[in-house]
Antibody, heavy 120, light 107 residues
Framework: QVQLVESGGGVVQPGGSLRLSCAAS????????MHWVRQVPGRGPEWVAF????????HYAESVKGRFTISRDNYKNTLYLQMSILRPEDTADYYC?????????????WGQGTMVTVSS | DIQMTQSPSSLSASVGDTVTITCRAS??????LNWYQQKPGVAPNLLIY???NLQSGVPSRFSGSGSGTDFTLTISSLQPEDFATYYC?????????FGQGTKLEIK
């Protein structure tokens, strides 16, 4: 079945780095745009980043621009989020989400999430 | 950036009731509006896309309407499994902001 599985979360000190992964299965990964969305427990979701199906286009939320990089490997069916210069306010559950198509910003399929905690 | 404002922030209702949640965009987004349901400890789930289209597998008691800046999500004949938090999200332009959520609780 269609599935997204995130990994790579954990506890990191402020200023540190972390790379999240999202393994996709059950669909043709290379035909769909992909997003990262984060959510602080008890608050609404926040869109973080997008990458087009072929990797040709990326967008970022202003809060992470210059610090986070979204990428994908269509041969490995895997999405990544490289996070650097992490701040306490980056603490959240991070979800990968599949778009409706190459680029619609409709989050049709979500992973189960991976928790990132930035704390000293 | 387009800001999304939902009302109310919380709502109490009984099984069998009909409820309406409102979402307002800070500028016109045509029909680029999606609704999600989220239950504790799990990811959001897409209910309605493009303002009024029911996502596959979602019960027909859920409906959406609106265009421009004002949108509504209506849940008819509430079922026990509908008590959750609901979010609107605009897909008109980046950043793809969500509303702050409406928590639907059992009265």
């Amino acid at each position: 079945q269609v599935q997204l599985v995130e990994s790579g979360g954990g506890v990191v000190q402020p200023g540190g780095s972390l790379r999240l992964s999202c393994a996709a299965s059950g669909f043709i990964f290379s035909t769909f745009g992909m997003h990262w969305v984060r959510q602080v427990p008890g608050r609404g979701p926040e869109w973080v980043a997008f990458i087009r199906n072929d990797g040709s286009n990326e967008h970022y939320a202003e809060s992470v621009k210059g610090r986070f990089t979204i990428s994908r490997d269509n041969y490995k069916n895997t999405l990544y989020l490289q996070m650097s210069i992490l701040r306490p306010e980056d603490t959240a559950d991070y979800y990968c989400a599949r778009d409706f198509d190459a680029y619609t910003a409709r989050f049709e399929i979500w992973g189960q999430g991976t928790m990132v905690t930035v704390s000293s | 950036d387009i800001q999304m404002t939902q009302s109310p922030s919380s709502l109490s209702a009984s099984v069998g009731d009909t409820v309406t949640i409102t979402c307002r965009a800070s500028q016109s987004i045509s029909s680029y509006l999606n609704w999600y349901q989220q239950k504790p400890g799990v990811a959001p789930n897409l209910l309605i896309y493009a303002a009024s289209n029911l996502q596959s597998g979602v019960p027909s008691r859920f409906s959406g309407s609106g265009s421009g800046t004002d949108f509504t999500l209506t849940i008819s004949s509430l079922q026990p499994e509908d008590f959750a938090t609901y979010y609107c999200q605009q897909s008109y332009s980046s950043p793809y902001n969500f509303g702050q959520g409406t928590k639907l609780e059992i009265k």
